[in-house]
């Protein structure tokens, strides 16, 4: 198991940036897949970005491509996810969530979860 922890999220005006961190310890973080999810209210949970555990492959939802970016540093167990030209509707709950193969886009297909970061973004 890893254990995650995200950090960096707030509120922000529409057309703002936020970056938002997901820290791991546990097992090798260069072992694992991580996906970035959000969850709004009364919504389901999405995927919005992925990176492969070598940071070589990075995948993204259509709703967020162009304007946010996924990276990771392994040397720091950390992953990023850069969040620029904000929009009202990216207010949610930020989940980051690790796996020990691809990057997947369904939340169940995750086994390691952080307690999430909320991002409000007001117009």
């Known amino acids: 198991q890893v254990q995650l922890v995200e950090s960096g999220g707030g509120s922000v005006q529409a057309g703002g940036s936020l970056r938002l961190s997901c820290a791991a310890s546990?097992?090798?973080?260069?072992?694992?897949?991580v996906g970035w999810f959000r969850q709004a209210p009364g919504k389901e949970r999405e995927f919005v970005a992925g990176i492969a555990w070598s940071g070589g492959r990075t995948y993204y939802a259509d709703s967020v491509k162009g304007r946010f970016t996924i990276s990771r540093d392994n040397a720091k167990n950390t992953v990023y996810l850069q969040m620029s030209s904000l929009k009202p509707e990216d207010t949610a709950v930020y989940y980051c969530?690790?796996?020990?193969?691809?990057?997947?886009?369904?939340?169940?297909?995750?086994?390691?979860w952080g307690q999430g970061t909320q991002v409000t973004v007001s117009s």
């Open positions: 546990g097992r090798p973080f260069s072992n694992y897949a």
């Open positions: 969530a690790a796996r020990a193969y691809n990057v997947d886009t369904s939340p169940g297909s995750y086994d390691n």
